[in-house]
């Protein structure tokens, strides 16, 4: 099996010490680990899971990226103006505003924002593990029945979000056939967030970002292929 590696090295200097560093970046295995799924075939028994993978894959992905292009940007700013960031505890809240406010284009105007907005919200549900619950509701006074609607108001705004992307039919029935993270909505989820990512480092001075592009476009070709 052919592996590559990526180096990234660097060295600090403090009053008491020498410091040489290591970074290794774990948004580009994600990313490779979606393409092999999406390569291979899913058996039915397993789907859920598969869709499930790889939204959470894919906000992982995205939030990774922006980490890492924010820490390094920064690295290069002058000690006097740099922002403060600390990106063990920094959110998306806080990673979004402060990339819009450091970088040229803001993150709106890629192409796919709404569906990179909405798997940040599905992530936050689905590492809290919380239940999908579906409601329908229908008026005493007049009988008239509502859409069947999510009962959390993230899963609420992703039902939307798919509904107005015809991916989910809109319905009155309460189903847990008919879920927000199907495998084939997954499949053009990924695709969607794949042209977000490259339309980003396409933007970025390589002179800041280099590494992390190089690493995106190999981690977008990889798809797990193991040569004998």
């Known amino acids: 099996m052919e592996e590559t590696f990526f180096l990234n090295v660097g060295f600090n200097e403090t009053e008491t010490h020498r410091e040489a560093k290591t970074k290794t970046r774990i948004w580009p295995a994600l990313i490779s680990f979606n393409n092999w799924i999406m390569k291979n075939p899913v058996p039915g028994i397993i789907a859920d899971g598969a869709g499930v993978t790889l939204l959470t894959n894919c906000s992982i992905a995205i939030e990774g990226l922006i980490t890492d292009l924010l820490e390094e940007y920064i690295q290069t700013l002058p000690a006097e103006t740099r922002p403060a960031f600390n990106a063990d505890y920094a959110t998306w809240k806080i990673k979004k505003p402060l990339y819009n406010r450091l970088f040229s284009g803001p993150l709106e105007q890629y192409p796919h924002f709404e569906t990179v907005n909405i798997l940040i919200a599905f992530r936050n549900n689905l590492v809290h593990g919380r239940s999908h619950d579906e409601v329908v509701r229908t008026e005493h006074a007049t009988g008239q029945k509502g859409s069947v609607e999510s009962e959390n108001n993230s899963y609420q705004a992703i039902r939307e979000f798919l509904v ?29 967030v794949k042209q977000f990512l490259k339309a980003i480092i396409k933007n970025h001075d390589p002179s ?12 977008l070709q990889n798809t797990g292929t193991i040569n004998a």
């Not at 800041?208 to 981690?219: D, K």
Request: aromatic residues 12%; positive net charge; proline residues 2%.
């Open 164 to 192: 107005r992307k015809r991916l989910l039919q809109a319905k009155d029935v309460p189903s847990n056939s008919d879920y927000l993270w199907k495998y084939q909505t997954a499949c053009m989820l990924v695709w969607e």
């Open 208 to 219: 800041n970002s280099v590494g992390i592009a190089r690493e995106l476009e190999y981690a």
